[in-house]
């Protein structure tokens, strides 16, 4: 380390700067990494590396042929990555690939400044995926990185330490702070003008409009963040009672569930199911929902009522989901209302009213539909009512997932067309989803209306920020099943299976990574109080900065005396305080200049008007010297100036009470006689 230290020290400043900018360079395309193209990575890479080598070895850059080549295969590469070069994925991959082949004819200061400048728009591009509180430190330390790079391109000739232009930097960034800040609370709130990544649930825990059972072999845990939510009074509900409702599926073909389409389950803007009966007080929370790229907005299963989301027009469905009016692609905040004793649905069967719940595609799970016939036919199951009826068939297919050899795993293999039949008779292994669909096909068979609901069961309380925690991990399926008198209610048969997925009780976890099991096997509560600690931390992020709307910041002037804001006070309350920042800075201006030797000040201004004569004097040079040389130069005509240079002398070296013939002037008197003064012209000569 000393020895590359070393090398560095002694290499030539434009290596030096070389290098740094490159640093930085790299650090703002990092984060972008996981959103390129791999192609795009490797070369961008391959480019920095190549330009730092050729810094270092005072070699000469490519020519513009090498650029050209470069350039074109890079736009075909893109193009054929991403079917176009317009949009955001193309767009960034072709300001990356851009800002390291501009490196390549890094020459002059103005080659310097496009890469600056091409740099600050890439570093920007970062939040067109993520605004997380790492990002923003991320692209926080990129900003300090470039701005010291800009200000020491615009150091003198010589080798000026790095540090003193980041000194340098970092009082212009804490200068520009204020002005930021002002910025952020009160520019209007614009909704973005990108999207957001697409739909990349496959593989791995979390929630998807579909549920095929049986094609993945193994399921990879996801421990990223799908919402938090703060109770009202911190009156949270048992964790075995916290079922966050998704997608309802209903229609099956076989192998993959899906939702019956809008127009069969009913929706009405602002209402839920028409007929819901609830019991029990209800629980009151706020949600704050991760961006999904879907319109589905959690609750805790059921809201009565429509969630209150500022923005957002919510719509819901008689199956009990609520919808926005858009996809949800940024960060979301809403208050909702829950009970956690409901039943709902029509308590009487009518002709066709749930025939959409017991269909079955033909000559699928022949086993099972076997299985159903022989529970129809066991006596101890004979049916005293229909009410009576389901819940015999509930409870029987419950026991036999009890006492059957039935486990919960996230490595079940891949399974056959028949999903049902291997779950119940060969496998006997799955994680919820093919629990809950075999549990549904079975009821199916058995004459009893059923369906899959998906959401998330459980979540972690973070004791530092009060906030439940619910990760892409509790992700879960679990069935409804409709009685006569009763209507729809739920039955998770993941629960007889493994009762200790339920309640989070043995919660799914990740194998820890090495530096973490390292801390575990320190201290095992010390990774889970790092890590919520963390979290809190985030979570503060997300409610103040990512979550402040535009209706935030209209209570934010309700709260400085505006009786009904609007977005008119909000313009002028910013022209204001801008208006009032540029005056300040003008006042500053004005009395950092009285600072200065108004002496010195008047000295300047002298040898100024005798470089306009024609006379270059060193700004070094005393009033003595600068008197000889305007006598020298103009002679005879240079006598006022050269009187009165040497009463400015004595002002400040004879000053008054000090022995001589005459008092010295004031500079007030000397700055009069300055503006009467009659200036020897450039051709005047001695």
């Known amino acids: 380390m000393n020895k590359l230290m070393t090398r560095l020290a002694a290499l030539p400043r434009d290596a030096r700067d070389t290098l740094f900018l490159l640093a930085v360079i790299a650090l703002v395309v990092l984060p972008q990494v996981e959103n390129l193209p791999w192609w795009c990575s490797a070369i961008t890479a391959m480019v920095l590396v190549w330009r730092g080598m050729l810094a270092v070895q005072a070699r000469p850059l490519p020519s513009k042929w090498w650029r050209i080549a470069l350039l074109a295969m890079t736009l075909g590469a893109t193009y054929a990555t991403h079917r176009t070069l317009l949009g955001r994925d193309a767009g960034v991959t072709l300001v990356v690939i851009l800002l390291a082949l501009k490196t390549l004819e890094l020459r002059a200061r103005r080659d310097a400044f496009v890469i600056f400048f091409l740099s600050f728009f890439a570093m920007l591009t970062n939040f067109f995926y993520s605004q997380s509180l790492l990002t923003a430190l991320t692209m926080l330390l990129a900003l300090l990185g470039l701005l010291t790079a800009l200000v020491n391109a615009h150091m003198p000739v010589g080798r000026p330490p790095l540090m003193q232009a980041a000194r340098t930097a970092g009082w212009m960034?804490?200068?520009?702070?204020?002005?930021?800040?002002?910025?952020?609370?009160?520019?209007?709130?614009?909704?973005?003008?990108?999207?957001?990544?697409?739909?990349?649930?496959?593989?791995?825990?979390?929630?998807?409009?579909?549920?095929?059972?049986?094609?993945?072999?193994?399921?990879?845990?996801?421990?990223?963040?799908?919402?938090?939510?703060?109770?009202?009074?911190?009156?949270?509900?048992?964790?075995?009672?916290?079922?966050?409702?998704?997608?309802?599926?209903?229609?099956?073909?076989?192998?993959?569930?899906?939702?019956?389409?809008?127009?069969?389950?009913?929706?009405?803007?602002?209402?839920?199911?028409?007929?819901?009966?609830?019991?029990?007080?209800?629980?009151?929370?706020?949600?704050?929902?991760?961006?999904?790229?879907?319109?589905?907005?959690?609750?805790?299963?059921?809201?009565?009522?429509?969630?209150?989301?500022?923005?957002?027009?919510?719509?819901?469905?008689s199956d009990m989901q609520w919808f926005a009016n858009r996809p949800l692609n940024d960060l979301v905040r809403y208050r909702a209302e829950s009970y956690t004793q409901f039943q709902s649905g029509p308590l009487k069967r009518t002709a066709g009213q749930l025939q959409a719940y017991l269909a079955l595609p033909p000559d699928t799970n022949p086993r099972t539909a076997a299985l159903a016939a022989e529970m129809r036919a066991d006596p101890a199951l004979a049916p005293l009512s229909p009410q009576a009826d389901t819940q015999a068939f509930v409870q029987a297919a419950l026991r036999r997932l009890r006492t059957g050899g039935y486990t919960y795993t996230l490595e079940p293999g891949v399974y056959g067309n028949d999903t049902a039949d291997e779950f119940w008779f060969d496998r006997k292994e799955g994680f919820c989803e093919h629990i809950a669909s075999a549990f549904v096909v079975l009821m199916r068979n058995l004459g009893v209306p059923a369906r899959i609901v998906t959401g998330y069961q459980g979540g972690e309380f973070n004791g530092i920020d009060k906030y439940w925690v619910v990760r892409q991990s509790d992700a879960h399926a679990w069935a409804e099943v409709w009685q006569e008198g009763t209507g729809w209610t739920r039955v998770d048969p993941t629960a007889s299976v493994a009762p200790g997925r339920i309640g989070q009780s043995q919660r799914l976890v990740q194998q820890p990574g090495l530096f973490a099991g390292a801390i575990g096997a320190m201290s095992p509560t010390l990774a889970q109080n790092i890590r919520a600690a963390w979290e809190a931390v985030n979570n503060g992020w997300n409610q103040w900065v990512l979550n402040y709307t535009q209706s935030r910041q209209l209570n934010l002037l309700k709260n400085i005396g505006f009786d009904a804001p609007s977005l008119e006070d909000l313009a002028y309350v910013l022209l204001y305080l801008l208006v009032g920042a540029s005056l300040a800075g003008a006042a500053w201006t004005l009395w950092e200049r009285t600072r200065h030797d108004p002496w010195l000040r008047l000295l300047g201004q002298a040898r100024a008007r005798l470089a306009k004569a024609g006379l270059a004097l060193p700004e070094t040079a005393p009033p003595r010297q600068m008197a000889q040389a305007a006598d020298a130069r103009f002679g005879p005509a240079a006598r006022p100036v050269r009187d009165w240079l040497l009463k400015l002398e004595a002002q400040r070296y004879a000053p008054s009470g000090s022995p001589g013939p005459s008092v010295p002037a004031s500079l007030a008197t000397l700055r009069s006689e300055f503006r009467r003064l009659a200036w020897p012209g450039a051709n005047s000569r001695g």
């Open 173 to 317: 960034a804490l200068a520009g702070a204020p002005i930021m800040l002002a910025l952020f609370m009160l520019f209007p709130r614009l909704a973005p003008l990108w999207g957001t990544p697409g739909d990349a649930m496959a593989g791995r825990t979390g929630l998807s409009n579909t549920m095929r059972v049986g094609t993945i072999a193994e399921l990879a845990l996801d421990e990223s963040i799908a919402a938090r939510i703060r109770f009202e009074n911190d009156k949270a509900p048992p964790q075995s009672q916290l079922y966050f409702r998704g997608p309802v599926l209903a229609q099956f073909d076989g192998r993959e569930w899906t939702a019956l389409p809008l127009w069969a389950r009913g929706a009405q803007s602002g209402q839920g199911a028409s007929n819901l009966r609830v019991s029990g007080e209800p629980v009151r929370y706020e949600v704050t929902l991760e961006p999904s790229n879907r319109p589905l907005l959690l609750t805790l299963d059921v809201a009565q009522k429509a969630p209150v989301a500022p923005g957002l027009e919510v719509t819901g469905t």
